[in-house]
């Protein structure tokens, strides 16, 4: 049997610049060239505020975890919750005959009809193909069905 090394540690990011991995740098420099703009926009007091905002929200974004996943896959839950209702009410004044119109429609599209054969259209069939094809109706009529004899 052959022996294979599985991989641990799979969740660990690779380190980029001493603890920085690729993820959190580039967050940082987003934040950075967003400082950039804002000192360039406002005064001085405001690029402050700012600036100091960005700080947090990039260490908050590069550094926190929230049950071991980055802070990102909180915040992207988050709005898919939102986005959901919260409360899910069951109407069950639906219209008996309306669910009934649906049932018969959804079942006459979906559902193939199949052919049931009575116990004498059995015996016809099973002769028919005992004899491949050479068996004719007792009432003279040419059979519907026709086997292959290859």
Do not use: C
Request: charged share 20%; hydrophobic share 45%.
């Amino acid at each position: 049997m052959q022996q294979f090394t599985v991989p641990q540690f799979i969740d660990v990011e690779s380190k980029i610049i001493g603890p920085i991995t690729a993820r959190q740098f580039i967050i940082f420099l987003v934040a950075t060239v967003l400082g950039g703009v804002a000192y360039l926009a406002f005064d001085f007091q405001l690029f402050a505020t700012v600036g100091i905002f960005l700080i947090i929200i990039a260490g908050v974004f590069a550094f926190l975890k929230i049950n071991g996943r980055p802070f990102h896959f909180f915040v992207l839950n988050l709005i898919q919750t939102l986005k959901k209702p919260a409360l899910r009410v069951w109407n069950h004044k639906f219209s008996k005959d309306l669910e009934t119109e649906i049932i018969n429609i959804e079942y006459k599209e979906q559902i193939p009809r199949k052919e049931f054969f009575d116990k004498s259209r059995l015996t016809e069939l099973s002769l028919v193909v005992d004899t491949k094809g050479q068996y004719q109706n007792e009432e003279d009529e040419p059979s519907d069905i026709q086997i292959d004899p290859s």
